[in-house]
């Protein structure tokens, strides 16, 4: 059975972070325990950049901020799409 991986209040989580997550239950557990406008935050972070390469980062950094115990995206102004 697939895990339960929550969304955002106006984005759905990409396939390349559905993939994360999934790959990494201490990280989805994480995310799940993350509130829905939270977790809209680093979708829309995320999704937001131009480059693939800057993406990956994007991926490599809320996965190790996530597991730190961070709940948004730091230095980040926010989802402009709410």
């Given at each position: 059975?697939?895990?339960?991986?929550?969304?955002?209040?106006?984005?759905?989580?990409?396939?390349?972070?559905?993939?994360?997550?999934?790959?990494?239950?201490?990280?989805?557990?994480?995310?799940?325990?993350?509130?829905?406008?939270?977790?809209?935050?680093?979708?829309?972070?995320?999704?937001?950049?131009?480059?693939?390469?800057?993406?990956?980062?994007?991926?490599?950094?809320?996965?190790?901020?996530?597991?730190?115990?961070?709940?948004r995206?730091?230095?980040?102004?926010?989802?402009?799409?709410?």
């Amino acid at each position: 059975m697939k895990a339960k991986i929550g969304t955002g209040v106006v984005h759905e989580v990409p396939d390349d972070l559905e993939i994360v997550l999934s790959g990494n239950p201490d990280l989805l557990e994480k995310w799940n325990s993350l509130t829905p406008l939270a977790r809209n935050e680093w979708i829309c972070w995320v999704i937001s950049v131009k480059k693939s390469e800057t993406r990956e980062k994007h991926l490599e950094r809320l996965t190790e901020e996530i597991l730190e115990g961070k709940r948004r995206p730091c230095c980040w102004p926010g989802c402009p799409h709410r």
